[in-house]
């Protein structure tokens, strides 16, 4: 080809590559470096792109080799190695240049580096969101990293209905649209990852829990998912559980929610495993609590929602047999009246830590407040009464009058009643809380961001959650700069938010968490950010 003009071509491909962006660069300049000779151009290669990339430690490798640099060749197809063990291009070069196999293994003089094994025993220590970040780095422990991420595989075959638009005004308008790219996102996830199974069985033997979420809706078919998931199954080598169903002989938590249906087959099944069960967690609103099929004494975990009848002697039976619970909650419909055996039992359940209780009547809030005072190994007290009893049952400040008295208490979920002004609140509040959440039934027509700032001087200095239900404020960062300035998060009605602070102008952002993030993620995100004990006020 006759080029007419040298400078000029020179100049068109400067104004060219100008335009680039920095990626496009490097691939142009490396696609130029591939016509140039090997022989002379060491210095050039050298001072090319010094990203690690298999492409560029490649093509240097051969350059070095060239100019009789064998060591430092070496170590540049080590690297590759290092990312990828099955590379041909390496193994090209190892037999052209006849090197031996041994070569690349043994390390160059230099410091002593860590075996693969040191590494994986490193990662272990390390938390999946940064063993995710070490995927994209071009060594030994990406490897390490993959393996240890896909131990534990989720699959999402469909998304989780968000609540109703109309009970949730926080949300952007565009938020439909984000959920329909999240959900084919999950779907093209979850095939990628069971065809992987399939086609690899090295992967598919690292695989050692498999979870799979998915939601029962007539509009959507899983035939798919599931023959793949079928399919996949018998690959699953190294599974820690059997697929298939045990006989459950020894069980020892056993959780149910349901809605209707009948219960005799769920006691029956109970009935079987009385003296190994520990945890008991049952919620129906038809259903009865099982006290003919438990052992209360071996219990430490109780947790029922369903209906209390008026003959019921579940409460006598827990507070006299209950000596090992340690959580303890109550909600649904009562129709029985227990305040008696709360103030008969006063002293019973000396090892409760955990207390919660989400229905009411007009003598069970004075009795529930003598059963709980002074009570020095209560971490968490929630006390939610529907807004519409409020007037019925008397509901009233006197509801907070056991608060001071528990003086460890660290996570308190709690109505808030008409009648209880915040300058009196804010000191009734134990200064051991660390998440407080308050049900808020103020009038609309109260100033809540007053509200918020007569809180202010009685906010517990280790507060590191704070939420609101009931509270039809506009601006979430308003809560953080009138009342709550040293929380992490913020809950609003089903809504959470992160609080994100910037170290150059001392000001804040508000992040919110996704729905899908909330349900699914929510333990893992709280101990992250160190609110470990909202826990409670996310289920």
């Given at each position: 080809?006759?080029?007419?003009?040298?400078?000029?071509?020179?100049?068109?491909?400067?104004?060219?590559?100008?335009?680039?962006?920095?990626?496009?660069?490097?691939?142009?300049?490396?696609?130029?470096?591939?016509?140039?000779?090997?022989?002379?151009?060491?210095?050039?290669?050298?001072?090319?792109?010094q990203r690690s990339t298999s492409r560029s430690l490649l093509l240097r490798a051969k350059t070095?080799?060239?100019?009789?640099?064998?060591?430092?060749?070496?170590?540049?197809?080590?690297?590759?190695?290092?990312?990828?063990?099955?590379?041909?291009?390496?193994?090209?070069?190892?037999?052209?240049?006849?090197?031996?196999?041994?070569?690349?293994?043994?390390?160059?003089?230099?410091?002593?580096?860590?075996?693969?094994?040191?590494?994986?025993?490193?990662?272990?220590?390390?938390?999946?969101?940064?063993?995710?970040?070490?995927?994209?780095?071009?060594?030994?422990?990406?490897?390490?990293?993959?393996?240890?991420?896909?131990?534990?595989?989720?699959?999402?075959?469909?998304?989780?209905?968000?609540?109703?638009?109309?009970?949730?005004?926080?949300?952007?308008?565009?938020?439909?649209?984000?959920?329909?790219?999240?959900?084919?996102?999950?779907?093209?996830?979850?095939?990628?990852?069971?065809?992987?199974?399939?086609?690899?069985?090295?992967?598919?033997?690292?695989?050692?829990?498999?979870?799979?979420?998915?939601?029962?809706?007539?509009?959507?078919?899983?035939?798919?998912?599931?023959?793949?998931?079928?399919?996949?199954?018998?690959?699953?080598?190294?599974?820690?559980?059997?697929?298939?169903?045990?006989?459950?002989?020894?069980?020892?938590?056993?959780?149910?929610?349901a809605e209707g249906g009948n219960s005799t087959s769920t006691h029956d099944f109970i009935s079987?495993?009385?003296?190994?069960?520990?945890?008991?967690?049952?919620?129906?609103?038809?259903?009865?609590?099982?006290?003919?099929?438990?052992?209360?004494?071996?219990?430490?975990?109780?947790?029922?929602?369903?209906?209390?009848?008026?003959?019921?002697?579940?409460?006598?039976?827990?507070?006299?047999?209950?000596?090992?619970?340690?959580?303890?909650?109550?909600?649904?419909?009562?129709?029985?009246?227990?305040?008696?055996?709360?103030?008969?039992?006063?002293?019973?359940?000396?090892?409760?830590?955990?207390?919660?209780?989400?229905?009411?009547?007009?003598?069970?809030?004075?009795?529930?407040?003598?059963?709980?005072?002074?009570?020095?190994?209560?971490?968490?007290?929630?006390?939610?009464?529907?807004?519409?009893?409020?007037?019925?049952?008397?509901?009233?400040?006197?509801?907070?009058?056991?608060?001071?008295?528990?003086?460890?208490?660290?996570?308190?979920?709690?109505?808030?009643?008409?009648?209880?002004?915040?300058?009196?609140?804010?000191?009734?509040?134990?200064?051991?809380?660390?998440?407080?959440?308050?049900?808020?039934?103020?009038?609309?027509?109260?100033?809540?961001?007053?509200?918020?700032?007569?809180?202010?001087?009685?906010?517990?200095?280790?507060?590191?959650?704070?939420?609101?239900?009931?509270?039809?404020?506009?601006?979430?960062?308003?809560?953080?700069?009138?009342?709550?300035?040293?929380?992490?998060?913020?809950?609003?009605?089903?809504?959470?938010?992160?609080?994100?602070?910037?170290?150059?102008?001392?000001?804040?952002?508000?992040?919110?968490?996704?729905?899908?993030?909330?349900?699914?993620?929510?333990?893992?995100?709280?101990?992250?950010?160190?609110?470990?004990?909202?826990?409670?006020?996310?289920?």
């Amino acid at each position: 080809m006759n080029v007419f003009n040298p400078h000029i071509l020179d100049a068109s491909i400067r104004d060219v590559t100008g335009c680039l962006s920095d990626v496009k660069k490097a691939d142009v300049l490396l696609h130029a470096l591939q016509h140039l000779p090997s022989e002379g151009f060491r210095i050039v290669m050298e001072n090319a792109i010094q990203r690690s990339t298999s492409r560029s430690l490649l093509l240097r490798a051969k350059t070095r080799l060239a100019a009789g640099y064998r060591t430092s060749a070496q170590q540049d197809l080590m690297s590759v190695l290092g990312s990828d063990p099955a590379n041909q291009d390496v193994k090209a070069i190892i037999q052209s240049e006849h090197l031996r196999q041994e070569m690349l293994i043994r390390e160059p003089d230099g410091l002593p580096r860590f075996s693969g094994e040191v590494w994986r025993e490193i990662a272990l220590c390390l938390p999946k969101r940064d063993l995710k970040s070490l995927l994209l780095v071009p060594h030994a422990l990406s490897r390490i990293a993959s393996q240890l991420i896909f131990r534990e595989t989720d699959l999402h075959f469909t998304a989780s209905p968000d609540p109703p638009r109309a009970e949730n005004r926080y949300r952007d308008v565009n938020v439909s649209q984000e959920e329909q790219e999240l959900d084919a996102w999950h779907c093209q996830r979850s095939a990628d990852i069971l065809t992987r199974i399939l086609v690899d069985p090295v992967f598919a033997s690292q695989v050692r829990n498999l979870i799979v979420y998915a939601v029962s809706d007539t509009s959507h078919t899983l035939a798919f998912q599931a023959g793949m998931l079928i399919n996949s199954l018998p690959k699953l080598c190294n599974l820690r559980r059997d697929i298939n169903i045990p006989p459950f002989k020894h069980i020892t938590h056993f959780s149910i929610t349901a809605e209707g249906g009948n219960s005799t087959s769920t006691h029956d099944f109970i009935s079987q495993n009385r003296d190994n069960l520990r945890s008991l967690s049952i919620k129906n609103a038809n259903c009865k609590f099982p006290t003919d099929a438990i052992s209360v004494r071996y219990l430490t975990i109780i947790e029922f929602e369903g209906c209390f009848s008026v003959d019921s002697q579940v409460f006598s039976e827990i507070l006299s047999a209950g000596h090992q619970l340690q959580s303890l909650t109550f909600s649904g419909i009562l129709e029985c009246t227990p305040s008696a055996t709360f103030r008969l039992h006063r002293s019973s359940l000396p090892f409760l830590m955990h207390f919660a209780l989400k229905f009411i009547n007009r003598d069970l809030v004075p009795a529930i407040s003598e059963f709980l005072r002074d009570r020095k190994h209560l971490h968490s007290f929630h006390l939610i009464v529907p807004s519409g009893d409020h007037r019925r049952i008397g509901f009233d400040a006197s509801a907070w009058g056991v608060l001071p008295s528990l003086t460890n208490l660290r996570s308190l979920y709690i109505t808030y009643p008409r009648d209880l002004s915040p300058s009196l609140a804010r000191w009734l509040i134990p200064r051991s809380v660390r998440a407080l959440t308050m049900d808020i039934m103020v009038l609309p027509a109260e100033d809540l961001l007053l509200f918020i700032n007569q809180l202010r001087p009685g906010v517990p200095p280790l507060l590191t959650f704070i939420g609101m239900t009931n509270f039809p404020i506009r601006s979430v960062i308003n809560v953080i700069d009138q009342g709550f300035s040293n929380v992490r998060l913020v809950r609003i009605d089903d809504n959470v938010w992160s609080v994100i602070r910037l170290d150059s102008d001392g000001s804040i952002e508000m992040e919110q968490w996704p729905y899908r993030m909330i349900k699914y993620h929510s333990a893992v995100w709280l101990e992250f950010l160190g609110c470990e004990d909202a826990i409670w006020h996310l289920v």
